[in-house]
Nanobody, 124 residues
Framework: HVQLVESGGGSVQAGGSLRLSCASS????????MGWFRQAPGKEREGVAA???????SYGDSVAGRVTISRDNGKNTLNLQIDNLKPEDTAIYYC??????????????????WGQGTQVTVSS
């Protein structure tokens, strides 16, 4: 079992930045998929960024060039830096982890463990 706790969300103005963190505990595996996803009201869950078993990052089309995902295995944390925030980035952001998948990590259906989410609100 894996526990995930997100932090770092908040309200910012367009053009600002946020750094989200996800603390992992339990049967955490460092060389499997982990990712960040988001869900806005009335919309499907969307892949934001993910990192695979060899540390390669992948990014969603709507955020590419504005986000950076990083993993600190020593601290069991997964971080997401979001720059140049836009109102359309407003959503609940979720951290996810899987104990078996190693590649193609931006697919939400592969994940078995999810955090409770952290709200990001961007005003124009």
């Amino acid at each position: 079992h894996v526990q995930l706790v997100e932090s770092g969300g908040g309200s910012v103005q367009a053009g600002g930045s946020l750094r989200l963190s996800c603390a992992s505990s339990g049967n955490y595996v460092t060389d499997r998929c982990m990712g960040w996803f988001r869900q806005a009201p009335g919309k499907e869950r969307e892949g934001v960024a993910a990192i695979d078993s060899v540390g390669t990052a992948s990014y969603g089309d709507s955020v590419a060039g504005r986000v950076t995902i990083s993993r600190d295995n020593g601290k069991n944390t997964l971080n997401l830096q979001i720059d140049n925030l836009k109102p359309e980035d407003t959503a609940i952001y979720y951290c996810a982890a899987d104990l078996t998948s190693m590649f193609e990590c931006l697919r939400p259906h592969i994940y078995n463990y999810w955090g409770q989410g952290t709200q990001v609100t961007v005003s124009s």
